[in-house]
């Protein structure tokens, strides 16, 4: 029987566009009892290590993934990589870059995304004078080496109280040493051609968290308080002793914020 109706369900969906064909084809599926699905977006230089707190604390009932950004150049790209992979319903959470990747992803399929949460991010576009810093940083990777980089950039994203902790850090470090100066100036340029968020941000209508550091000096909790006040509804959640790597410095805290807000029926 099932056959059957997966076949005419391909035909019938051969007629719509990608993200109908999902819906539908999903529409179709028998009945059963499965986990949601949350995409953990992850920032510059980042990958699984940032969410191994979330994809272990949160795994009893939520099917936590981590797509890869290495390699990408474009916001975009990585937006459409995420709906490429994802299923034909899910919620997503971002994380610095990854949260201007959600923005893009709400922009480009906001009917795939059940729930959106960005954290420790921005949505406005580039700043007055970011391009030569963001090549100063550039330049420090090609010359030194990716060992040079983790040195001068993750200390200042981090809560000063684990800067000296070595159990803490030194998987970030080695997160950083697992990406080339290549990666890194192509993730450089996708977020400095990113396209200017905030008009996105009044259009999100499924249920929205927004969180941050209240030690973030990189994307400071003002700037939080802005994204949340234009998306209707959001909650904005803020961390005490908590710098700009919130998945790590104070995962407990922030599992039971993502607890909550997936558990918000849609």
Wanted: hydrophobic share 45%; charged share 25%; with cysteine.
């Amino acid at each position: 029987m099932f056959g059957a109706i997966l076949r005419f369900a391909t035909g019938a969906s051969a007629r719509l566009g990608l993200s109908e064909r999902l819906l539908f084809l999903q529409a179709c599926e028998p009945s059963m009892s499965v986990k949601p699905v949350l995409y953990m977006l992850p920032g510059l230089l980042c990958d699984e290590t940032v969410f191994v707190p979330q994809t272990q604390g949160l795994a009893e009932s939520i099917d936590v993934r981590v797509p890869r950004f290495l390699g990408f150049d474009s916001l975009t790209d990585m937006a459409r990589h995420v709906l490429e992979i994802g299923p034909a319903r899910f919620s997503i959470a971002g994380f610095s870059m990854g949260g201007r990747v959600a923005f893009e992803i709400m922009r480009l399929a906001p009917e795939r995304i059940e729930r959106f949460c960005a954290f420790d991010t921005g949505a406005g576009p580039k700043a007055e004078g970011e391009d030569a810093k963001r090549q100063a940083v550039i330049d420090l990777a090609w010359r030194e080496g990716m060992a040079a980089l983790a040195d001068a950039w993750l200390p200042p994203m981090i809560h000063p109280d684990r800067r000296a902790d070595k159990a803490f850090m030194d998987p970030l470090v080695a997160m950083v040493l697992r990406a080339t100066p290549e990666l890194h100036e192509r993730q450089i340029r996708a977020l400095v051609n990113r396209p200017d968020a905030r008009p996105v941000l009044p259009t999100i209508r499924c249920p929205a968290l927004i969180a941050c550091g209240r030690d973030d000096a990189w994307s400071p909790v003002a700037q939080h308080e802005q994204i949340a006040a234009a998306i209707p509804g959001a909650r904005l959640e803020t961390f005490e002793t908590c710098g700009h790597f919130l998945p790590v410095e104070q995962p407990e805290a922030f599992n039971r914020a993502l607890r909550s807000w997936m558990a918000v029926s849609v």
